[in-house]
């Protein structure tokens, strides 16, 4: 299969190898991985402040770059939802029937790493080893948009050496959100601040999630208190081989 990485702004910019992971596993599931240089911001962060005029150029632009691939994945629940939930709707209003057209058809395509493996592939061991005590947290958008259940924990369960303990109120949202965490510091902080604590009495050497924003949320935190636990990109760990 012909997938195109839709790698996303936070990774592009900050976190490339969970990039570099999500193509280094797909690739050894046999699968052709192209990066399609052309593409830039999704526009959720427009969408979700109130812009969406202003999204509808990015959207018409996401659309026109990933529409010649068979498969669109990338390591992100959050970005995954708003293409596939946010953009032809906004283009709809728009005005632009035949983008949203596009869109949809694009949206169609698009998959958050882990239901692209579980559902997409039907592939739910991809032979990785990881060595380590590990904790997951469901993203919101993943969890919450997506849908994605029990995918993740799957992929994580066949992880070869991994000790995966359970996260405590595993569902509540870490405090991120985006321009939440902006407009919301001391709401966000202390929603930051029960998330960290549950992941500490886990004993867990990382946190695992399937999106680098929450991880660079967490792992900023933990980071000050000098735990030693460290964010690991579920991409990271289905990546790691013996």
């Known amino acids: 299969m012909r ?6 702004c936070l990774v592009d910019a900050l976190f ?28 959720q962060m427009h969408v979700n402040t109130g812009y969406q ?23 992100s629940g959050s970005c995954v939802g708003s ?10 209003r728009a005005g ?25 592939l039907g592939v739910d061991d991809v032979g990785a080893y990881y060595p380590h005590r590990v904790t997951y947290h469901p993203t919101c958008h993943s969890l919450r948009m997506l849908r994605v259940g029990d ?10 050496g991994i000790d995966l303990v359970e996260l405590p109120d595993a569902d509540q949202c870490c405090g991120f959100g985006g321009t939440f965490a902006v407009k919301n510091a001391d709401t966000s902080t202390a929603m930051l601040a029960d998330k960290m604590s549950n992941v500490l009495s886990t004993r867990a050497e990382a946190v695992c999630a399937g999106d680098s924003s929450c991880l660079m949320h967490i792992g900023g935190g933990l ?5 030693g636990t460290k964010p690991v990109h579920l991409a990271e760990i289905l990546a790691s081989v013996p």
């Open 96 to 120: 632009s029937r035949g983008l949203a057209s596009r869109a949809a058809s694009v949206a169609a395509r698009t998959y958050e790493l882990s239901e692209f493996l579980v559902d997409v």
């Open 151 to 160: 995918k993740p924990l799957r992929l994580l369960r066949n992880v070869g």
């Open 16 to 43: 490339p190898d969970v990039g570099k992971a999500t193509t280094t596993l797909l690739r050894r599931l046999g699968h052709e991985v192209v990066f399609p240089a052309d593409q830039t911001c999704c526009g």
């Open 53 to 75: 005029r202003a999204a509808v150029p990015l959207i018409k632009h996401h659309a026109a770059v990933f529409d010649p691939y068979d498969a669109i994945v990338a390591p």
């Open 223 to 227: 980071s000050r208190l000098r735990t």
């Open 83 to 92: 293409v596939r939930h946010q953009h032809s709707a906004v283009a709809s």
């Open 3 to 8: 997938i195109a990485l839709f790698v996303t």
